[in-house]
């Protein structure tokens, strides 16, 4: 997998960053071919693999910390390599592979936050770049709506305050030991994930424009792996560069928009798994927006608000839409255009997801059910009728208008070019 910054005109360093899972030994002695290709760094599982790794207990055998750690010595003499062939963009991969601890639990939350303050040493003395913090594997604790989160006398009304202070916690653990590391963030929580995800996000990017960490935090996209036409991929930087400013509050977007970035992620040989529906096929977010003519960060708004939601999710999180999505997402932003409030608009979504439900198993609903349902479909659908004979009407009493005052401009227009020319005659004599 390939990241490649989509960089601001303030930030002249861009970099091609591969994740991989490659020999240290082998990088360090292949360095100079990497660098002839454009590779500027690499993204290293292993090191320190899940948030509840010790860093140190070196490859699996005894704990050592500091200097004498051999993992540290075989990875800083990789660097030390790497940057003289001006690879020097290398990064400690950690990822969320088992579920955090519940973000209440402070004893739990100390020993996460000791791990991560152990990797940013790790990283500041084996000459890393910074960590990259993989968050995907455990999406579902990122919906408010998760299990664990309804049980009697949680307290869900301070969750959302609660992940954001973790995020922020997550950061300042790793920033007091490595001020001047660059932090990764991957994928792109605040677009793909629960609000948990966004709030984790903000703490995050909060709490480094606060420090004013000057090596940033940048957002790796996961929606744009196969992804080749540009134009798509400048509008999907762009949608989710303002989606992440609105997020943060007024006082830390300008550190956004000066000290981070979106980074493309790209899987040029293609990804490494297909994702399929019952029926052979599938849709991502980025390919319904593509396909549909919506914007990825309109998609995740309409979720939010319950008018749409994906027929699936991945292991990772992503979210799958079947094949009607596109006519749904299409039909909803005409709506929207008729006039319709977001209520109205839910309505008719629930209206056609129940129809796409009747007509791929219509056994599995009594007759009456069904019989009710699609009567309430037809009388939605009469009442679409309405509005439209309504727009066709006011779109010609629109042209007529406009046909008569596009002849009235034109007419002044003449009538104001005959006095100046008659002006500039007078004068002249």
């Not at 590391?181 to 995050?204: I, S, W």
Request: with cysteine.
């Amino acid at each position: 997998m390939l990241e490649m910054e989509f960089s601001r005109p303030s930030r002249k360093d861009p970099a091609t960053i591969l994740f991989a899972t490659i020999p240290f030994e082998y990088l360090a002695d292949t360095a100079a071919v990497w660098a002839e290709r454009g590779i500027r760094g690499f993204m290293l599982a292993h090191i320190m693999s899940n948030w509840d790794s010790d860093v140190w207990l070196s490859e699996g055998k005894r704990r050592t910390v500091g200097k004498d750690n051999p993992l540290l010595q075989r990875t800083k003499r990789m660097n030390e390599v790497c940057r003289e062939h001006n690879v020097d963009r290398n990064f400690i991969k950690v990822a969320f592979y088992s579920h955090l601890p519940d973000w209440f639990d402070d004893a739990g939350w100390a020993r996460l936050l000791e791990n991560f303050r152990q990797a940013a040493v790790f990283a500041r003395e084996g000459l890393f770049r910074g960590l990259a913090i993989d968050i995907e594997y455990i999406n579902e604790i990122y919906d408010l709506s998760w299990k664990d989160y309804q049980k009697p006398g949680y307290p869900l009304s301070q969750l959302r305050e609660k992940s954001e202070e973790r995020g922020a916690e997550i950061v300042r653990s790793m920033l007091e030991e490595f001020p001047e590391m660059e932090v990764l963030h991957l994928p792109q929580g605040p677009e793909c994930y629960g609000p948990l995800a966004t709030d984790l996000f903000r703490g995050m990017c909060v709490e480094m424009a606060d420090r004013k960490a000057p090596g940033g935090l940048h957002l790796l996209t996961e929606e744009t792996y196969q992804k080749t036409n540009p134009d798509w991929l400048l509008r999907y930087a762009q949608d989710l560069d303002v989606l992440t400013e609105e997020i943060l509050p007024k006082e830390s977007r300008s550190y956004w928009r000066q000290r981070c970035s979106v980074s493309f992620g790209l899987w040029p040989l293609g990804y490494y798994r297909d994702i399929l529906d019952e029926k052979g096929k599938f849709l991502t977010v980025g390919n319904l927006a593509e396909r549909s003519g919506v914007s990825p960060r309109t998609i995740k708004h309409w979720e939010d608000k319950g008018i749409i939601e994906p027929d699936m999710r991945t292991e990772g999180g992503f979210r799958l839409y079947s094949e009607a999505y596109v006519f749904l997402c299409q039909l909803i932003r005409d709506l929207q255009l008729f006039g319709y409030t977001l209520e109205e608009v839910k309505a008719v979504s629930d209206d056609v997801r129940t129809l796409l439900a009747i007509e791929a198993d219509p056994d599995s609903f009594p007759r009456a059910e069904v019989e009710k349902k699609l009567e309430v479909m037809l009388e939605a659908i009469r009442a679409l009728f309405g509005k439209m004979k309504l727009l066709r009407e006011g779109v010609e009493r629109w042209e007529d208008l406009l046909k008569k005052k596009k002849k009235d401009i034109l007419a002044l227009q003449a009538k104001n070019r005959k006095r100046e020319k008659a002006a500039k005659e007078a004068s002249d004599g």
